[in-house]
């Protein structure tokens, strides 16, 4: 708990204010937080004012400081009429605040304080947390405010604070040195919480927890089917269910309440026993040797766990827990063994035996049940074999030890193991834009002597980039190229700048080099320029510190390196992107909403493992939204696995999506090669949800068919349940949204290209199977590239045609139109013919119904649509996918690695396949760019005879448009274009045939 939790406020400066008196004006600040407002000294006829004066705000509750808004005013002082005028305002949220070693000050834009208010400019502002106990909190200013006698510079104010007022508390100095927070207080996603407070139970939520009915099992009731977009076989096709969850039964979404609903009521409610084996003494030497290598047998019935064993230790300290569904017990009495690890066959040590009868129930938020040593008891019956220490309680999905536990299956699974079945939080690393911009170097000097071809290596990591080839006749080389890397918190690796000369194809020889670690880089929110800096190079392989300080001088080169802050870095395709914030978590904007996911089972999974001769599965699921990844606990060896955990991430924006995916652990094997390019774990299926097209509070509980695509064709794995609700908490906050740009303001003032996104989406989504790879349990390579969309960059003629397709169906409300307005002008219906001259009348004598009767149209056929409104969250469909049309060669494409792993003779065959349709639309586009060259050469003289006959058709045309009201041009036109088929004829028109005539630069084509 943070008793001494301070707010840091640095009012820097302010620009561009807009001017109240003779194009000037007199400004202020005032800033309030928690109840507590301190004002700066007043700038006399300054718009662009600099103050650099710091505050300090105490926090009364740091539990609500999500819920709290640092707000500062800029005023105008009028010392004639002794008032001040507001020139605009910032508003900060609570959950924007870090500690002082990440802040940096930032200008943010002038906000106007009323809606008929004025405001321009920007303000400076550095904000920070500390807890510093030595930093007290700033004077108060809520005295009136006099005009008059107000100081304006800092040296005034500290005149006038040196005179003694018998009125105000006498207050020391604030300090203005910070000391870093503590390690376990620096959690970049997570704000400060008091204990027991909403910021505990957000912690708890954070954690997987869930709950299940206890005794008779609820029956999974199917209400509706759907087939979204074109219909597709019903066994892929979503289903919505009925199940009751630990809020209540749940019916199209409404939720009726049951028992008493707990804080996880997207899940059904599950009892288990846990027993938590925690420590022994005392124990007895059973070798000749005298050792004792102890572990611990947990038998319930025909289950039996156990723990890890411990190497001549009599004092061993497990400390892990274990969970038995209480529907499967068999057993009333739990017995607890302890024996010795030995080569041939395990010594028995003693027992424990617990009657189930007499074990409590523990309900959260009660307190951890107490453990407590029980003696256990040999083969003689005898008590003296040592002490074993041990906790056992009835519990749910809600208790703290649920989601560390090891839960019991049919197949007995290896300590050492443990760990790769548990379920997990992981939070994703927060990634950068490093740029680097090379402008020049000075002083190269080459190894050989000769004009040398000289460019800058940068290397990050793993990252390489180069800029080109320079030739200079002189020591001075320009290049200007800027180049763009992607780096993760912690900053592990250092940006090294090698200099170097190419001296021969494939052959560069190192001139100089720097290293530059990224942490000392600056941090740029907006796209104002960085300083350029020099960096002085050393020769590669120089040891001698003296040799190092001859040298230090001898080459430099000329860099402007910053860390990009204001862009999101994008680790996901950006159709299907789950966070959309910028990486600096000054810059974030409050959360909108809350999104709750219950995943409750998945049903009739097909094997992807054989075990005993029979299939089976090890299935678990990931979900991941934000920057927070979770995953499930592993069911082992069950092909309809409950899982019944709920998670939960706030929502900044709504226009993005969930996925969740669901794989088959390959650990369970007992296979200790986890780096073997064949043990990896199998992606059984995928789902995405678009957060925008769900309604608001409402409960979706579907079951998504779990659709994989593989080269022999599309398959069905089974199907995933899942509970979601998206609560909001304005709603004004969200339509606010909908005006907001998708991505943050670097991205549009200063934009990166396709071919860079694409490459430094590569490298975060490596980056962030490197940091997610190394946790406990990790996340492996291939789950994070299944989740992410790694491969939807390559080619696919299956996706091409699908692409085609949805482009078709675009247009074919356009095409449609235009089929029916064809039948209107050959009078197919005289009477829609006749309709249709009427309205096409009135609209030419009333110009000005025709946007009204336009949006009205618009405004009608939403109206109408609302009655079919989907009414559920939008799945994968092979139709619209092309996958069950794919040609399996095709698929085989799709699936052949990069570069191509195949034949010669096949990649031979699908590069004329390629080149076939690469052909057709070499022709599609060549006849668009014919009819435009066409139009050009209207008035270009290519054709002289066909240019003079369009001028004179110009000049006759212009002066009947002068003579002639543009209504009866219109109905002529228009009649004429509706005229009966009688009037009509089949050959073309003459101006089609004058059109077709006409010349291109086809003729000049090779």
């Known amino acids: 708990m943070m008793n001494n939790l301070k707010l840091g406020v640095e009012v820097t400066s302010a620009n561009d204010l807009l001017p109240k008196e003779q194009g000037t004006a007199n400004p202020f600040v005032e800033v309030e937080f928690d109840d507590q407002k301190f004002r700066t000294a007043i700038k006399d006829k300054d718009i662009n004012p600099v103050w650099n004066e710091q505050f300090y705000f105490n926090i009364s509750d740091p539990s609500r400081l999500p819920e709290l808004h640092l707000e500062a005013y800029v005023y105008h002082a009028d010392r004639a009429s002794n008032s001040k005028a507001c020139l605009g305002k910032v508003r900060i949220s609570g959950t924007s605040f870090v500690s002082q070693p990440d802040a940096t000050p930032l200008h943010y834009p002038l906000e106007k304080r009323t809606i008929l208010s004025r405001a321009r400019g920007e303000l400076g502002l550095r904000v920070f947390l500390t807890d510093d106990p030595s930093v007290t909190v700033s004077a108060p200013g809520h005295q009136e405010f006099d005009m008059l006698s107000t100081p304006t510079t800092a040296q005034e104010q500290a005149a006038a604070s040196s005179i003694p007022n018998p009125f105000q508390e006498t207050r020391a100095n604030p300090v203005?040195?910070?000391?870093?927070?503590?390690?376990?207080?620096?959690?970049?996603?997570?704000?400060?919480?008091?204990?027991?407070?909403?910021?505990?139970?957000?912690?708890?939520?954070?954690?997987?927890?869930?709950?299940?009915?206890?005794a008779p099992q609820p029956q999974v009731q199917v209400s509706r089917m759907y087939a979204p977009g074109p219909q597709q076989p019903i066994d892929f096709q979503l289903k919505e269910t009925s199940p009751t969850l630990g809020g209540g039964r749940v019916i199209g979404g409404r939720v009726y309440p049951g028992e008493k609903a707990g804080a996880y009521d997207l899940v059904e409610k599950m009892q288990y026993l846990f027993v938590r084996v925690v420590k022994a003494r005392d124990l007895p030497n059973m070798d000749i040797t005298g050792s004792l290598d102890p572990y611990v047998e947990v038998h319930l019935g025909n289950y039996k766990m156990k723990t890890k064993y411990f190497e001549k230790n009599q004092r061993p300290e497990w400390d892990e827990v274990f969970a038995f569904p209480k529907e499967v017990m068999q057993s009333t009495m739990l017995e607890v063994v302890v024996k010795d690890k030995d080569v041939l066959r395990d010594d028995y040590v003693g027992r424990v035996s617990i009657d189930l009868n007499e074990v409590p129930l523990r309900v959260p938020p009660d307190s951890p049940l107490a453990p407590e040593w029980y003696r256990l008891m040999g083969k003689d019956g005898m008590r003296d074999r040592g002490e074993l220490m041990l906790a056992v309680w009835y519990g749910t999905q809600a208790d703290e030890c649920f989601p560390s536990a090891i839960h019991a299956g049919s197949t007995p699974v290896e300590s050492h193991l443990h760990n790769y079945i548990r379920g997990k939080v992981y939070p994703a690393p927060r990634m950068w834009y490093v740029r680097v911009n090379v402008i020049e170097a000075h002083d190269i000097y080459p190894m050989e002597n000769h004009i040398p071809d000289v460019l800058v290596k940068v290397r990050l990591g793993h990252q390489l980039l180069k800029t080109r080839q320079v030739r200079s006749p002189t020591r001075n080389f320009l290049w200007n190229e800027e180049l763009m890397f992607v780096a993760a918190e912690p900053f592990e690796d250092d940006l090294i700048i090698s200099v170097e000369d190419r001296v021969a194809q494939n052959k560069d020889e190192v001139i100089g080099e720097a290293i530059i670690p990224v942490a000392r880089l600056p941090r740029r929110a907006d796209h104002k320029p960085v300083r350029p800096a020099w960096f002085d190079l050393r020769r590669p392989g120089i040891i001698d510190v003296n040799q190092l300080k001859e040298d230090k001088f001898y080459a430099k080169v000329n860099l402007r390196v910053c860390l990009e802050g204001g862009y999101h870095v994008l680790d996901e395709s950006t159709q299907y992107c789950s966070d959309l914030r910028p990486t600096m978590k000054q810059l974030w904007k409050p959360p909108i909403g809350m999104l709750e996911v219950g995943i409750l089972s998945a049903n009739g999974l097909n094997p992807t493992?054989?075990?005993?001769?029979?299939?089976?599965?090890?299935?678990?699921?990931?979900?991941?939204?934000?920057?927070?990844?979770?995953?499930?606990?592993?069911?082992?060896?069950?092909?309809?696995?409950?899982?019944?955990?709920?998670?939960?991430?706030?929502?900044?924006?709504?226009?993005?999506?969930?996925?969740?995916?669901?794989?088959?652990?390959?650990?369970?094997?007992g296979d200790n090669n986890h780096d073997s390019s064949g043990h990896m774990d199998k992606p059984i299926g995928k789902v995405r949800i678009r957060l925008s097209t769900l309604e608001t509070s409402r409960v979706y509980t579907h079951s998504y068919p779990l659709l994989v695509l593989s080269p022999s064709g599309v398959k069905k794995m089974g199907e995933l349940h899942l509970a979601i609700r998206f609560t909001t908490s304005s709603l004004i906050n969200v339509l606010l949204t909908y005006s907001r740009p998708l991505l943050p303001k670097m991205h549009y003032a200063q934009p990166l290209s396709i071919v860079q996104q694409e490459i430094l989406r590569h490298q975060a989504v490596q980056l962030v199977a490197q940091r997610l790879g190394r946790m406990e349990p990790p996340v492996r390579r291939e789950v994070v590239e299944f989740m992410s969309d790694a491969r939807s960059h390559l080619w696919s003629m299956r996706r091409s045609k699908a692409n085609f397709f949805r482009l078709m169906q675009v247009f074919s409300g356009v095409i449609a139109a235009g089929k029916w307005f064809g039948d209107v002008c050959q009078w197919k219906n005289p009477v829609t013919t006749v309709l249709v001259h009427v309205l096409f009348i009135m609209l030419v004598f009333y110009p000005d119904l025709i946007l009204p009767t336009i949006f009205l149209y618009m405004f009608l056929i939403g109206l109408w649509n609302y009655r079919f409104r989907p009414r559920f969250p939008p799945h994968m469909n092979t139709r619209i996918s092309c996958a069950d049309v794919a040609h399996p060669d095709e698929l085989d494409e799709e699936f052949d690695t990069f570069p191509t792993s195949r034949s010669p003779d096949l990649i031979r065959m699908r590069y004329d396949r390629l080149r076939h349709v690469a052909g057709r639309i070499q022709t599609v586009v060549g006849d668009i760019a014919t009819q435009g060259e066409r139009l050009q050469s209207l008035l270009s003289w290519r054709d002289p005879r066909a240019t003079a006959m369009f001028l004179v058709f110009c000049l006759i045309t212009a002066i009947i448009l002068y003579v002639t009201p543009f209504q009866v041009i219109a109905l002529c036109l228009g009649f004429f274009w509706m005229r009966h088929p009688r009037f009509r004829h089949k050959v073309p028109s003459a101006p089609a045939n004058f059109f077709r005539r006409l010349p291109a630069k086809t003729d000049s084509l090779l």
């Open 176 to 214: 203005r040195q910070f000391q870093h927070l503590p390690r376990e207080q620096q959690r970049p996603a997570q704000p400060y919480y008091a204990e027991g407070s909403y910021g505990d139970q957000q912690k708890r939520s954070f954690s997987a927890v869930g709950n299940k009915a206890a």
């Open 609 to 669: 493992k054989t075990r005993n001769d029979r299939g089976s599965c090890d299935a678990y699921c990931v979900a991941k939204y934000g920057l927070k990844w979770v995953r499930t606990r592993t069911i082992v060896d069950n092909l309809s696995p409950r899982f019944n955990e709920q998670y939960t991430w706030e929502v900044f924006d709504h226009g993005t999506v969930l996925t969740i995916g669901l794989f088959d652990n390959c650990h369970v094997s």
